[in-house]
């Protein structure tokens, strides 16, 4: 191995090089600005070369050193990264999964028992929450998100697609103004899906309405929820239509709780991913998890296709 710059020195250079200030790096780091000078000698000693120069009392970076500087942050988050996994005990018997409410409710925690059956050496832990994972802050082994599949620095793979579909009580398809056409929806409810899932193709109800031709003045009024499981809770118990995302309303559309009134089904531009760090690539308790919960989408997908051809 090579042998390495001081990584004391390279620490309060990089503090320096960001506030190009011995002063307010020193601050920073909570010594004097003696003691950065002497770290920043130690390291230009140790490279025989200097890592700044002074231009009219500013301090500067020279070309190499400013070269290095990403290159160097990358590195100290790398050795956070170590430390993490360092520091943390080994537990290959638990799993730790990070998921949105909704569809710990009502799609992966409906399946767990399977996941058990298969492996009843590994523990799973859901960890249900709306705020985003850090994996570098929290203690969860993979995750699994509702988006663009854009997740910069994690192993991402397409877990499964969405689509948005009108979903009653089947009590609504009967009775006093029964739901027959779209434009029989100006005499019941709608129900609102307000989550922050920022779903740029996900329809909203104006929207829908328009594109299936029914002019309804109130399309945007209506009751509203911050979580789909509770649109579809409140469908369930016949408080309304919802536009329901078809993977989550699938066990009561299968259980005939809910129906799909008329079909005109939209894709959404969103799709489910699992997601986890690099370091989690080697987990025996990921690998399994990944291969299950990916066959379970696959099952719940062609169940989703049937349940709509059947509407």
Known sequence: MKQLPPLNALRVFEAAARHLSFTKAAEELHVTPGAVSQQIK???????????????????LT??????????REGFDKLVEAGEILSKK?????LTVSVAPSFASKWLVPRLDRFQEAHPDID???????????????D?????????????????EHLMAEKIVPVCSPALLTGDNPIKTPADLVHHTLLHDSGNDKDPGCPTWPMWLKAAGVEHKTGDRGLKFNQSSLVIE????????????????????????????FDLTTPTEFSYYLVHPPSKSSSPAVKAFMAWVLKEAADSMDAADAQEAAA
Do not use: C
């Open 42 to 60: 130690a390291l230009e000693d140790f490279l025989q070369t200097p890592v700044f120069r002074r231009h009219k009392r500013a301090l500067l």
């Open 63 to 72: 070309d190499e050193a400013q070269a290095s500087l990403p290159i160097l």
């Open 90 to 94: 080994a537990d290959a018997g638990r």
């Open 124 to 138: 799973v832990w859901v960890s249900a929450d709306m705020n985003v994972v850090d994996f570098a802050v929290d």
């Open 140 to 156: 969860v082994d993979i995750a699994i998100r509702y988006g663009a599949g854009r997740y910069q620095g994690l192993v991402t």
């Open 234 to 261: 409140a469908a369930v118990a016949g408080k309304g239509v919802a536009l329901a995302k078809a993977a989550l309303a699938l066990a009561d559309l299968e259980a005939a709780r809910l129906v799909i009134p």
